[in-house]
Each structure stands twice: as C-alpha cells, then as structure tokens.
C-alpha cells in the first residue's frame, strides 16, 4: 500500500510544541514558577487558534524517550505522535517509530521490541498504520481531499 499524499501531508501537519516554543520566544521572561503556566497557557491558546481555523495538530507525547529504527539505524526521539482534530475532538496516536517507518521509509507497518517491567526484551511487538485511523482523525478539518481520498480509497485494501 502507498499512501504518497497521506505521507506528505502528515509532514506538514502544525506541531503544537513549535507553535508554542515560537511564541514564547516574543514573552518576556517570567519568573521561573510561572514558566510552565505561561507555557501552558500559550498551548491552550494556540490551540484553541488551530481549531478556530480547523487545523489539525499533533503534538510529542515523551518527546525524550529514543527509540532506534531497525531499518536505517537512526535514533531518533519520542514515544509517540499524537494527532488532535479540534473539530470533533478526536485523537489518533501513533509510535514515533512507526511514523519514522512511514514518512522515512514508505512503510505502513514495522516492529519493535516488547520489554518486560525489567527492561528484559521478550519479543517483537508489530506496529501498523491503519488508514481508517488517519481518516477518522482527520475528516472534518481542512485536509486536502485528495488525501481524504487516497485514505478512503486504502480502507478498502488489506495493508
Ligand atoms: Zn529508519
């Protein structure tokens, strides 16, 4: 399955912790315990700016945690990409490892290692891009149709 449109659209898909970070660039410095609520609320806000104009977001959730693509051997950061349509409030998360499979390698599934408690490896756990699941999360918002398409069109197929 290849999704092209899909691929470079989720590329181009606003990341709340720039938008953020560019705006707190423009404050003055706050007094260090009101850092995080001022962070905070540029967030809300900008968020709430990206649904005004019917913008899907995403956002790093454990934007610190590694992980290691199996294919190219980069490391690269974050547990998973959370996206947001703030039109109907639904979510859609996806692995960082995945989405690097995805826009980096053109592959709609990949696997990574399952740990115990422990951190001891017991095994591969498979990930995989189910195009019903970018479509859920993005109709509605100002995507292009042609992606909605190509999505529509992949649900129909076996990944
Ligand atoms: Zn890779």
Redesign the pocket.
């Given at each position: 399955m290849d999704l092209p449109l899909t691929r470079r659209f989720i590329g181009s898909i606003p990341h709340l912790g720039s938008l953020v970070s560019i705006a707190a660039q423009g404050m003055a410095s706050p007094h260090p315990h009101e850092h995080w609520g001022a962070i905070g609320e540029i967030a809300r806000s900008q968020a709430a700016d990206l649904g005004n104009f019917q913008l899907l977001y995403r956002i790093d959730l454990r934007p610190s945690e590694t992980f290691r693509?199996p294919?190219?051997g980069?490391e690269g950061k974050g547990l998973a990409w959370e996206f947001t349509n703030p039109l109907t409030g639904v979510r859609a998360r996806f692995s960082s490892l995945l989405m690097?499979?995805f826009l980096?390698?053109d592959r709609m599934e990949t696997e990574d290692d399952l740990m115990t408690v422990d951190n001891v490896p017991r095994g591969k756990r498979k990930l995989i891009i189910q195009p019903r699941d970018l479509y859920h999360v993005m109709r509605g918002t100002d995507v292009p149709s042609d992606v909605l398409e190509e999505l529509e069109k992949a649900q129909g197929e076996t990944p």
């Open positions: 693509c294919e190219c980069v690097h499979a980096v390698h």
